[in-house]
């Protein structure tokens, strides 16, 4: 799976727009980027994936830029308790591929802190 | 309400005392993982399971056993536990392969201290 490169932490303030961004110049053209976030020690949680174009979901948009090497997230109005670490992750999706379809390989991640 | 439960949350033990850690998913997924989280090095994975009565082994599996007897269950097992094995242990599962679309459910996590 291709390797992903995100700042190790950003701030943003309550309300406003949280842009997290995460480079993937080596990404194929099977590899999807996934969002995961995992606040203060509990089990990371999904957040939203995409293939090439632009994906929303209750919880945040993802922007892939056209030629799919670097990605962001945006959480549209950042609260205090948005406040975590998010990984990008970029992995294949395949229906018969066996044990490596599963395999999220978690970096460090960006901690991002929401001020009041 | 779908989760995937882990036992103990908290665990404090001595070297050599086995210990299991239980986890179980009430989502009907085939598959399902076992990761560490130590700091600095991220989530690692230890063992994981694509069915019942099939496991493997990840990226750190030693000291460490597992079993799939049913689907719901994988337990991860610690028969002479060491306290480099002191660490935050995360359960996982996910949908079947054909309508995988990569999102993993993961437990609250179990934190383990090893003296």
């Known amino acids: 799976d291709a390797k992903t490169t995100q700042p190790p932490s950003m701030d943003c303030a309550e309300g406003r727009a949280a842009n997290l961004p995460c480079n993937h110049s080596?990404?194929?053209?099977?590899?999807?980027v996934y969002w995961y976030r995992q606040i203060h020690s509990q089990g990371p949680q999904y957040i939203i994936h995409g293939l090439k174009n632009n994906e929303t979901n209750e919880m945040a948009s993802l922007i892939i830029t056209e030629d799919r090497k670097s990605s962001t997230l945006i959480l549209p109005h950042a609260t205090l308790r948005d406040t975590a670490v998010y990984y990008c992750?970029?992995?294949?999706?395949?229906?018969?591929?066996?044990?490596?379809?599963?395999?999220?390989?978690f970096g460090k991640g960006t901690k991002l802190s929401v001020i009041p | 309400e779908a989760q995937v439960t882990q036992n103990p949350r908290y665990l404090i033990t001595v070297t050599g005392k086995k210990l299991t850690v239980t986890c179980s998913q009430n989502m009907n997924h085939e598959y399902m993982s076992w990761y560490r989280q130590d700091p600095g090095l991220g989530l690692r994975q230890i063992y994981y399971?694509?069915?019942?009565?099939?496991?493997d082994k990840g990226d750190v599996p030693e000291g460490y056993k597992v079993s799939r007897k049913e689907k719901r269950n994988f337990p991860l097992i610690l028969e002479s536990p060491s306290p480099n094995q002191t660490s935050l242990y995360f359960c996982?599962?996910?949908?079947?392969?054909?309508?995988?679309?990569?999102?993993?459910?993961f437990g609250e996590g179990s934190r383990l201290t090893v003296l």
């Open positions: 399971s694509m069915n019942v009565e099939v496991t």
């Open positions: 080596t990404i194929s053209g099977n590899e999807y």
């Open positions: 992750i970029v992995r294949v999706v395949e229906s018969y591929s066996g044990a490596g379809s599963y395999q999220l390989t």
């Open positions: 996982a599962s996910s949908r079947d392969r054909d309508k995988n679309t990569g999102e993993l459910f």
